[in-house]
């Protein structure tokens, strides 16, 4: 039960004020249930004329008797007079009514006791959900590539709701329940305390065997949670892959392994449920045996001569000891229910916990760029694996370098470095002499436009998605940005233009109106430095050059500080006004250079020239020679 009062530290102090009234409310109902049922005695003693005694008035202050005997004695002196004035059956009518009016009282207190809850266990739940939300947002990208992304998804979703329904639910029973309990104990000390001493040797061993059972509960809910993390992957992966599933007639094979893994999380599951709904039946059942131990232990003392309690007596105290039954059951269940949800909130702090190297700095600098970005002998590493080392490099502002290497050689990962979606491990990046590490994450990334291979656009409309980045953006400010990015008249010809929902991932869109549609975006901000992460590779080859060209128009438009990382020979030297060539992993400069063959004049197009010819075979071999381990050397630093 540590876990779980460490639990409601972290989440419950802001709705202290329902505790507090769930509190006073049970207590209420605890009382009112008490005092009800103390109507049983005199009832009993009506019916079957158990009591002869004559009672004497004691007045409230009586020296030398304390209040329980006053308050017992005037009780019944109450209930004699008037069964003397009005007779037995009116006065069973009345002490009926009072006991009805009693118990409406007590199921009055019981449900608010459980509706001033309610805030709490919601706000509690949307709290951890938001936390988990904010972390993930900020967590660093390293920490998903370790991550299976169905994994991540299962305990936003399914684990967040198991602690929903398992431990904030169950709060309210563990403030009801033990009022109850510690009420209902206190009546039987105080009507035999010798009874109430037998009970509390049993009590004990049901417990030890309670104890026992929920933390091999939690145990199996631990195992079952991340079964069904995987089984969310494996969703995951065949939404995101249902295209190559089918190209490769894989569906028959895919579908066997996500039932043998469905398979699985149900014999865990039921392995769950099986233990969970064991909580009843047991508790039952030791309830059972205990009050039959002490009807048994009861019985004897009240046929014994010198008998500390009456038969009324005792039946109210059996009463009494059976009401505990059910707050002991649903105490029981919501323990096991805890530990189930104490197991979902493991996983969950598995990302709440989760570690950032990726932090703004305690004294932040200023960062502009106005002369150029520096690579100074950066080394970087995934894990245990190095993939850039030594990395020198200098982009002058309003220039544009293509980046070409192999396949792995760390091109993107170069790119990643600068905005800080990792930090290098060796070495230094730097923009106008100001480290990258020394600046805040806002103002760095708001220097930036990113375009990557795949468009990743959200379900919402073209304003939307265009103006993602800038708050309070204008519709005039998008519809520039789409002008810039050529996407204006497409939009335009969309059934509501701007308004226009473009569906799930852009997906009723063509694959170079949503590169175009991702241009928009990165430009509206009107950044002073843009990557190109491959962002044409996807697209035919007629499209292909229509965009390239396009982007020598662009540099006319909006000129800034380009980094374009392109597989394609032809792209690089038609687009690179420096050409640098990365080595086989782990990755150097394996050559750097100006591109002679470069025009910034997009109405000439240098594609079907000697020099533009030269370049590309120049690079081309540069390329070869690199796979084939050799060194480079650049005349004068150009190709």
Not at 122 to 147: C, M, W
Request: hydrophobic fraction near 45%; charge should be neutral; charged fraction near 20%.
């Amino acid at each position: 039960m540590k876990e779980f009062f460490r639990l409601l530290r972290r989440f419950v102090p802001p709705y202290k004020k329902y505790l507090i009234w769930a509190l006073f409310l049970n207590l209420l109902s605890a009382i009112l249930n008490i005092f009800s049922f103390a109507l049983i005695i005199p009832i009993l003693q009506i019916l079957f004329k158990m009591d002869t005694k004559t009672y004497e008035f004691i007045p409230w202050d009586a020296a030398g008797i304390n209040m329980k005997d006053i308050a017992v004695n005037n009780f019944y002196y109450y209930v004699t007079e008037m069964i003397a004035s009005q007779g037995g059956s009116l006065t069973l009518l009345i002490l009926g009514v009072f006991l009805a009016v009693m118990t409406l009282l007590k199921a009055f207190s019981y449900f608010a006791s459980s509706a001033v809850m309610i805030p709490l266990r919601t706000g509690v739940v949307r709290d951890i959900r938001a936390q988990v939300y904010n972390k993930v947002l900020h967590l660093p990208l390293s920490f998903f590539s370790e991550e299976r992304k169905g994994d991540i998804i299962a305990r936003m979703s399914g684990d967040v709701t198991e602690v929903e329904t398992s431990v904030t639910s169950s709060l309210d029973m563990l403030i009801k329940n033990p009022i109850l309990i510690i009420a209902y104990f206190g009546t039987l000390i105080a009507i035999s305390w010798q009874l109430t001493l037998f009970v509390f040797i049993l009590l004990p061993f049901a417990g030890y065997v309670m104890g026992t059972v929920g933390k091999k509960l939690k145990r199996k809910s631990f195992e079952g949670q991340q079964q069904w993390g995987y089984l969310m992957s494996q969703i995951e992966e065949t939404l995101g892959g249902l295209r190559v599933i089918k190209a490769f007639n894989a569906e028959a094979k895919i579908q066997d392994r996500f039932e043998k893994s469905n398979e699985t999380f149900r014999r865990l599951t039921n392995r769950i449920y099986r233990r969970q709904q064991m909580a009843h039946p047991m508790s039952e059942f030791l309830g059972t045996a205990t009050i039959a131990i002490v009807l048994w232990y009861g019985g004897t003392l009240i046929l014994s001569s010198n008998s500390p309690i009456d038969a009324s007596t005792f039946i109210y105290y059996l009463v009494i000891f059976y009401s505990i039954i059910n707050p002991a059951k649903d105490l029981s269940k919501a323990s096991y229910a805890i530990q189930k949800g104490l197991a979902s909130m493991d996983r969950v702090d598995k990302i709440l916990k989760a570690e950032s190297n990726i932090n703004d700095p305690e004294d932040p600098k200023p960062i502009a760029l106005t002369e150029s970005i520096c690579y100074r002998d950066v080394w970087f590493k995934y894990q245990h694996e190095w993939v850039l080392k030594g990395i020198d490099l200098t982009i002058p502002k309003g220039h544009t370098v293509a980046l070409v290497g192999q396949s792995g050689s760390g091109k993107s990962t170069l790119v990643d470095l600068l905005p800080r979606f990792y930090d290098v491990d060796k070495g230094s990046i730097t923009i106008d002499g100001t480290d990258v590490r020394d600046a805040t994450l806002y103002d760095l990334r708001s220097l930036m436009g990113n375009v990557n291979q795949e468009a990743i656009l959200f379900n919402d409309t073209f304003f939307n998605n265009i103006s993602f980045g800038v708050e309070g953006a204008t519709l005039e400010q998008v519809q520039e940005a789409a002008r810039i990015a050529n996407a204006h008249d497409f939009i335009m010809a969309s059934e509501d233009g701007y308004d226009t929902n473009i569906g799930d991932r852009g997906g009723k869109l063509s694959g170079g109106q949503r590169q175009r549609l991702a241009l928009g975006r990165a430009l509206i901000a009107k950044p002073d430095v843009l990557f190109m992460d491959e962002p044409f590779s996807a697209l035919d080859a007629v499209l292909r050059e229509h965009l390239q060209h396009f982007l020598k128009q662009l540099r006319e438009r909006h000129p800034c500080t380009m980094v374009f990382v392109t597989h394609d020979i032809g792209e690089a030297v038609y687009l690179g006004q420096h050409i640098m060539l990365l080595g086989a992993r782990p990755s150097r400069v394996a050559a750097f250079g100006a591109n002679p063959s470069f025009t910034d004049n997009a109405n000439v197009d240098v594609r079907g020239t000697d020099a533009f010819y030269a370049v590309q075979r120049r690079l081309h071999n540069a390329v070869a020679a690199v796979r084939a381990g050799q060194e480079l050397h650049l005349t004068d630093g150009a190709w």
